[in-house]
């Protein structure tokens, strides 16, 4: 096994944190829409509306589970380095392991919640034909 220096799990930090605010930003906007959908949706029932709400509702808690995956990502590269500083090679090498098993299950899920998107879209498209 190779050994682990400073800067591997710190090669993360920046990749991890780019996505997460790429995961903010779009949580902040689903929040937006939801929140008019909701206003639009009390003032005009529709069954689209409510489609569209459902759907968002998922993709919430999706975009949820993929920031406490990639934060607990970065939380582990920090616990990582920390090991590597204090001479613990082999808890780091392990801990680094798990932040990179963290993030790429909050990159699958955030596969989940685009073809979950493409479903949205497709209801909004529906009420056209």
């Known amino acids: 096994m190779e050994e ?6 710190s ?13 903010t930003n779009r949580f902040l906007a689903y929040a937006q829409v939801v929140r008019n959908l909701k206003e639009n949706y009390r003032k005009e ?19 949820r589970a993929m920031q406490v995956l990639g934060i607990s990502s970065l939380l582990l590269c920090v616990v990582c380095t920390f090991l590597i500083y ?5 808890a780091a090498v392990y801990t680094f392991a798990v932040a990179l098993l963290l993030l790429v299950a909050s990159l699958a899920v955030s ?5 979950i998107s493409v479903h949205a879209l497709e209801i ?4 056209m034909e």
Do not use: C, W
């Open 4 to 9: 682990l220096t400073l800067t591997t799990p």
């Open 11 to 23: 090669l993360l930090f920046s990749a991890v944190s780019l996505i997460l605010l790429a995961y």
């Open 45 to 63: 029932p529709s069954k689209i509306a409510l489609d569209q709400i459902k759907n968002l509702k998922k993709r919430l808690y999706l975009t």
């Open 86 to 90: 204090i001479g613990l090679q082999t």
């Open 111 to 115: 596969i989940k919640e685009i073809l």
């Open 124 to 127: 909004h498209l529906n009420d």
